[in-house]
């Protein structure tokens, strides 16, 4: 069992930083790659970043790549999302979601992930 909380989110401008945190706790060793996905009101559930825990592939969804980053700190068991040059269309309610079983590397399928946090929510206004 892995559980994952999300912190960092907040109301912002557009074109400012906002820095996600997700801290995993109870059987972490098993996790092998980290997401992000969001969700606007509306929506469905769309990809963000991953990254992998134990290697350095990482993966971005092309509306993100260039202004967000994934990063981890494996002692801290904690993945970060940095985001730049926040748009309004990156409102939304942001989940950590982890995967703890097999080697496939889909970072971009929700089905792949064991574990989700219970979302943090960002909000981009003008």
């Known amino acids: 069992q892995v559980q994952l909380v999300e912190s960092g989110g907040g109301l912002v401008q557009v074109g400012d930083s906002l820095r996600l945190s997700c801290a995993a706790s109870g059987r972490t060793f098993s996790t092998n790659t980290m997401g992000w996905f969001r969700q606007a009101p509306g929506k469905e559930r769309e990809f963000v970043a991953a990254i992998h825990w134990s290697g350095g592939n990482t993966a971005y969804a092309d509306s993100v790549k260039g202004r967000f980053t994934i990063s981890r700190d494996n002692p801290k068991n904690t993945v970060y999302l940095q985001m730049n040059s926040l748009k309004p269309e990156d409102t939304a309610v942001y989940y950590c979601?982890?995967?703890?079983?097999?080697?496939?590397?889909?970072?971009?399928?929700?089905?792949?992930?064991?574990?989700w946090g219970q979302g943090t929510q960002v909000t981009v206004s003008s």
């Open positions: 979601a982890a995967k703890a079983y097999g080697s496939s590397w889909y970072p971009s399928e929700q089905y792949q992930y064991d574990y």
